[in-house]
């Protein structure tokens, strides 16, 4: 019985996690000093690549401002947080597990979400 109950909770979680990478991955969303508002044409904030990658995650700023990075696995757990001190940024990602994370990069104005597979 407990373990019929772990499951349950188990398919729930991965199931709310899901709802959440949708809706991470399809709207983003910028701050202004005035208003939060919907910017879907910035997008191009970040790139990442390889993607998927296998050693190496980099991410290209498309400008040089002060940002952070957090990266969560699949259950939700942050798994990686960092600054981005440059236009091009490696983080070695050999030690972690294949799957799809999402990589969080933060700016003063805005805050953006993309995918990313380790393979």
């Known amino acids: 019985m407990l373990e019929t109950h772990q499951i349950g909770k188990r398919v729930k979680q991965k199931i709310l996690f899901f709802i959440l990478l949708f809706s991470l991955s399809t709207v983003v969303i910028a701050q202004n000093n005035d ?5 879907a044409t910035s997008e191009t904030v970040f790139n990442i690549s390889p993607n998927p990658g296998i050693n190496e995650l980099n991410i290209r700023l498309a400008q040089k401002t ?37 990589v969080k990069v933060i700016t003063e104005k805005k805050s953006i979400t993309k995918r990313f597979v380790k393979k």
């Open 35 to 39: 208003d939060a508002q919907i910017d």
């Open 66 to 102: 002060d940002a952070a990075v957090e990266i969560y696995n699949l259950l939700g757990r942050k798994i990686y947080t960092g600054k981005l001190t440059a236009l091009h940024n490696a983080i070695d990602i050999t030690s972690w597990k294949s799957g799809i994370y999402l």
